[in-house]
C-alpha cells in the first residue's frame, strides 16, 4: 500500500465562535471523521490546523503535539465576522508552506483558501449556492455574494482532490464547475456510533421532559429555503384537516435564522400554532429518544448534499418520508416513501399512509435500519485515507 502522506486537516469546525459550524453539520463531519480516523494512523502521520486565538473543543487524547495553531495580527479581530475570511484567504496562504505537511485537508469548500500554492484537498458537501443561487442571493448584498462564490470556484479548481460526501455531489462539480471526475472521491457521510432505537422508558422521559405526545411527526434540521418548509407546513394543514390530532415536531438550531419570524408568521397564517411545536435545539444525547418517539420522520427538502437527518431517523426506527431529489434517494434507497418534494397531496397521502398503517411503519422501521447500517464512519475514514493517498500523487 502506498505510505499515507503527512496531512494537515482544518479542524476549526471545532472552534466555538467559527462561522457557527461547531455543533452543526461541517464541526459535526469534523469531530466524527476524526474520531473514526486517528484509531488508523498508528504511524501519526496526521496532525491539525487551528487559528490561534479560538477556544478548540478537543480533539482526542494525545492530539495536543499534533496541533499547529495559525496566529494572525491582532487588530484583524476589529473586523468582527470578516476577519474569519481575511486569515482565510491571506495569513493562512502565507503560513501553510512552512508546515511539515504533504497535504492540507479543508473540511468545508467554504474555509478553503483560495490562494493557496501548497498541494490540498476540500471536502464538498454540498454545491447549493452554486445550484440555486436565485434563493441564496436574497437579502444579501450581491456583490459579496458573486465574490464569495468566485472564491469558492477558484480553491475548488485549484485543489489537487476533491472528497464529495455523495455520488450526486460528485455529479455536480462535473456539471457545474467542470472538476474533472479523476480528482473527484466520494467518501459517504454515516450516522455516529451508538445512535439506535432509544427503549420506550427513554422516550417517555423524554417525552414528559418536552411535553410531548408520543406519535408526533418530526422534522430535524434547519429553515432555510432549500429546506422547503413552507411546502412542509402545507402538506401538515392537509394532514390535520383528515387528522386533526397530529402534531409536527420541528428540531434544529433555526431560532436565529433570518426565515424565524416568517415561519412564525406562517404558522399563524395556517392555523396551526396548536399543531406545531418549534422545539429548537436538541442535545446530541437525547437525538435517539427525539427520533424513536416519532410515527413518522418528514424531509420534503429540495437539495441535500447528503441528508444525514433521514439516515439518523431511520438508525433510530423511524420511518421517513422525504424528497424524491438530489442525494436522498441515493442515500435512502428503498427504505423511505419518496415523494415530490413540490407535490403538496402526495406528500401528505404519504405520510397519512404510514399513520394509518402501523403494519407499514414497522415494515418501513425494519428497512431503515438496515439501510442506515451501511453507512459507518470507519468505511468513510479508510476512503478519506485512500483519498489523501491518490490525490498526494497527482500532478499538479
Not at 103 to 114: E, K
Not at 178 to 196: E, K, N, Y
Not at 328 to 344: F, I, K, T, W, Y
Amino acid at each position: 500500500m502506498t505510505p499515507l502522506p503527512r496531512v494537515a486537516v482544518d479542524v476549526r469546525g471545532l472552534q466555538k465562535g467559527f462561522k457557527s459550524h461547531q455543533g452543526r453539520g461541517i464541526g459535526r463531519y469534523v469531530r466524527s471523521l476524526l474520531e473514526a480516523m486517528l484509531p488508523l494512523d498508528p504511524e501519526r502521520r496526521i496532525g491539525f490546523l487551528a487559528d490561534a486565538d479560538g477556544e478548540l473543543d478537543g480533539i482526542g487524547r494525545g492530539s495536543a503535539e499534533r496541533l499547529h495553531r495559525i496566529a494572525s495580527p491582532r487588530w484583524l479581530k476589529r473586523l468582527g465576522p470578516e476577519a474569519a475570511h481575511v486569515r482565510q484567504h491571506i495569513y493562512w496562504p502565507r503560513a501553510l508552506p512552512a508546515l511539515p505537511f504533504d497535504l492540507y485537508h479543508f473540511c468545508s469548500q467554504t474555509d478553503a483558501p483560495a490562494t493557496l500554492d501548497s498541494p490540498y484537498v476540500v471536502t464538498v458537501l454540498d454545491l447549493i449556492p452554486h445550484r440555486l443561487p436565485e434563493l441564496y442571493r436574497q437579502g444579501k448584498n450581491r456583490a459579496r455574494f458573486l465574490l464569495g462564490r468566485w472564491l469558492e470556484r477558484r480553491a475548488l479548481r485549484r485543489a489537487r482532490g476533491l472528497i464529495a460526501i455523495s455520488k450526486y455531489t460528485a455529479d455536480d462539480l462535473v456539471r457545474l464547475l467542470g472538476i474533472p471526475r479523476s480528482r473527484i472521491a466520494v467518501t459517504p457521510l454515516a450516522v455516529r456510533a451508538g445512535l439506535a432505537p432509544a427503549r420506550e422508558p427513554e422516550v417517555a422521559a423524554f417525552c414528559r421532559r418536552h411535553r410531548l405526545r408520543a406519535g408526533y411527526l418530526l422534522y430535524v434540521g434547519g429553515i432555510d429555503r432549500r429546506k422547503n418548509i413552507p411546502f412542509l407546513l402545507e402538506g401538515m394543514r392537509a394532514i390535520v384537516a383528515q387528522r386533526p390530532d397530529t402534531e409536527l415536531v420541528l428540531a434544529g438550531r433555526y431560532h436565529d435564522d433570518p426565515d424565524f419570524a416568517e415561519l412564525v408568521v406562517r404558522l399563524k397564517r395556517l392555523g396551526l400554532e396548536d399543531s406545531v411545536r418549534l422545539a429548537g435545539y436538541v442535545a446530541e444525547e437525547e437525538l435517539a429518544a427525539l427520533y424513536a418517539g416519532a410515527s413518522v420522520f418528514v424531509y420534503p427538502s429540495l437539495y441535500e448534499g447528503f441528508g444525514l437527518p433521514p439516515l439518523e431517523a431511520m438508525a433510530c426506527g423511524a420511518p421517513v418520508v422525504a424528497a424524491d431529489r438530489t442525494a436522498l434517494p441515493e442515500v435512502l434507497g428503498h427504505a423511505a416513501l419518496l415523494v415530490d418534494p413540490q407535490d403538496v397531496a402526495e406528500f401528505a397521502e404519504a405520510t397519512l399512509s404510514l399513520l394509518d398503517h402501523p403494519e407499514r411503519r414497522r415494515e418501513l422501521s425494519e428497512a431503515g435500519q438496515r439501510q442506515a447500517k451501511r453507512f459507518t464512519w470507519d468505511a468513510t475514514a479508510r476512503a478519506t485515507l485512500e483519498a489523501y493517498r491518490q490525490f498526494a500523487e497527482l500532478p499538479p
